[in-house]
């Protein structure tokens, strides 16, 4: 009977250990929360570099580090249950991706850390005042993107462009913003900007042979509504050899003649690094929002050969001397 009551209270010890140290493990995880709108490339590159910018930091997927990872699939409501969904569960971070997804979690909660990516311009989207440290809880990463820089780009392989067209969906402020510094950029290099409003991906199509014609070349910004239909803008470009660009490097690969942009996992890195500084008892509101191109150390171009051949584009040796990545 000794025996068997010592052997009781190994076991039970034995148990207790065992719970504490899963109570202890369950402690030491944290939850990090990503969302975004819609899947496309340049937002799938930048929560896969969340991710990585968390292990740099030492946070890893399934040692210290649970992520919870959504998608709306272009559905407002679904994104704005999502984002309640997210403050429900208490996360410790929420990483809202693009603008409307930002706006959807800022409107959710006000105590929950966030920390935005991929937003263009997130003072017109209000989510903060001014790139500096906003005392609230919300700071991150913007992809406002170098607009004059890509404009001379398209001068440099289009060297005759004196119309450059536009599309865009009227009803994102993100697309809104970016009219503005295109227009700002064109005016600079005595470049017109042709326009063609975009409310639906739907539209994107008819907008687009209606700048046939009427442009030098097609520049598709890093909007979502646009971007989801860029291998149609492509094949009218094609057929018409009328050369496409866009904002960043990942449409190249999808048919685009030439992007200089950001690389979106750097994107997602550099907002990654912001949640494990969170993660270790920063506040939010002390972190200062930046502006990605200017905290990298280069922007990435990449040319796609064959989509220029099929646009009437030739790619002098210096820009594929420069490229990162050359498509054939």
Sequence with gaps: MKWAGRGSGILLGVAMVALAAGAAHAAEMKKVAISTVVEVPQLVDTKNGVVKGLAEKGFVVGKNLEIDYQTANGNMATQQQIARKFVGEGEDVIVPITTATSQAVATATKTIPIVFATVADPVKARLIKAYAPTGTNITGVSDEPPVLEQL????????????????????????????KWVRDA?????????????????????????????????YVPNDTTVTEALESIVKIGRDTRTPVFTGEPSGVKRGA????????????????????DILNGR??????????????AKLLLVVNEKSAAAMGVTIPPDVLARAAQIIK
């Excluded at 398209?154 to 913003?177: M, Q, W």
């Design 152 to 179: 001379k780009l398209i001068r440099e392989l289009v060297p005759n462009v004196k119309k450059v067209g536009f599309i865009y969906n009227p009803g994102l402020d993100s697309a809104l913003a970016a009219l």
């Design 257 to 276: 003649v030439a992007a200089l942009g950001l690389d979106y996992i750097e994107v997602g890195k550099l907002a990654g690094h912001m949640v494990a």
């Design 283 to 296: 506040k939010p509101g002390d972190i200062a929002p930046i502006i990605a191109y200017k905290n990298m």
């Design 186 to 218: 064109g005016e600079t290099l005595g470049i017109e900007v042709v326009t063609a409003p975009s409310p639906t991906t739907n539209e994107v199509i008819p907008a687009a042979r209606k700048l046939v014609g009427n442009v030098d070349a097609i």
